[in-house]
């Protein structure tokens, strides 16, 4: 039984990658999405006549202030979920046999994370949502630079997960 659990522990090693791309990639699309639908809502409401210019002007705020924190939710998402796959990986038991299988699945990881990059960037090219796009600098920054960004946590993953056998013996 216990080795049974070792084996599962050593096969979510690549795992971890793929769940922060995509969690990463949905959040980002998510985020563009609701804005674009909010500055929709609030271009509709701002015309209605039934409304006070208090509301209309706490609508307005509250949609221009949206962009701006789930941008910043965004990146703080990015930085937590790194961390946490930083400490799950150094409390992953890892053999260096594994090496090779973890660099298949890291070339795969790029791959779909090339396609992820460009079915998002494609996503911000079109005209209804271009200007939620423009209003996320951030979730903008890292999906343009995607690949550098999976390359960078793959590096911090697999020196984790095989520099920790010469740290703990």
Known sequence: MNTLLNYKKKANMGAETIIWLVILVVLGIVIVVVNMALTDINDDLQLDDDLLPETKEMLNTQT???????????????????IVILISSFLIESHPAFFV??????????????MLSNSQQELCEDPELEDSCNQTPIINFVMKNLIQFIVVVGLLIALVLYAKNKVIG
């Open 64 to 82: 221009t202030n949206f962009s701006g924190f789930w941008d910043s939710m965004f990146l703080f998402a990015l930085v937590l979920l790194l």
């Open 101 to 114: 299988i973890a660099l298949i699945l890291f070339f795969a990881v790029i791959i779909a994370g090339a």
